[in-house]
């Protein structure tokens, strides 16, 4: 990774900000740029149901951890995963909402939207935990899930009152 120089180091609203110089601003972007683009591609694969370079985003030792508890320790195994997963459904929507980036790390927000074969359909909104080699692979991805229809449970009572419906597997 580019070594990045800083100009200036301030202190705002209790949160440390460091300034950098003009060209490290447009350097910085840019390595972000492609962090997001090969994320973009990850999403894509799964919509076009292709591998379209496995081999180029991720480490031979990636842990990829799904939001339900499975856990594919090596790209062989998420190659694996990729290809008989599509077998069985169809994701028909994976929607960016917004990046952040720290260090070696982006967290991407994100609607996912899937059609399984036997009719069940599935969707929630989540978050993906990506941690980067200083060559842009992903070395780490943890997935977490957030049901699409929440509730108050204090909204007519001091006491919850708790929806009787099967919660989702995250």
């Not at 594919?72 to 998420?78: A, G, H, I, P, Q």
């Not at 899930?145 to 204090?154: A, K, V």
């Amino acid at each position: 990774m580019e070594k990045f120089h800083y100009i200036g180091v301030f202190f705002h609203g209790g949160v440390w900000y460091t300034r950098l110089s003009p060209v490290n601003r447009k350097l910085w972007r840019c390595f972000m740029n492609e962090r997001e683009k090969i994320i973009r591609l990850w999403f894509d694969m799964w919509i076009k149901k292709a591998d379209l370079g496995i081999d180029n985003i991720f480490t031979d030792d990636v842990v990829y951890t799904e939001s339900w508890r499975p856990k594919y320790e090596n790209r062989k195994t998420v190659k694996h995963w990729f290809d008989e997963w599509n077998t069985r459904g169809s994701v028909l929507v994976w929607e960016i909402k917004q990046f952040f980036h720290q260090g070696n790390q982006t967290i991407v927000e994100w609607y996912f939207k899937n059609k399984m074969n036997n009719g069940n359909v599935e969707e929630f909104d989540g978050i993906s935990l990506i941690v980067w080699t200083q060559d842009n692979k992903i070395k780490s991805l943890k997935e977490f899930g957030c049901n699409l229809h929440n509730y108050n449970p204090y909204r007519d009572s001091d006491i919850p009152v708790f929806r009787e419906e099967k919660a989702n597997w995250f």
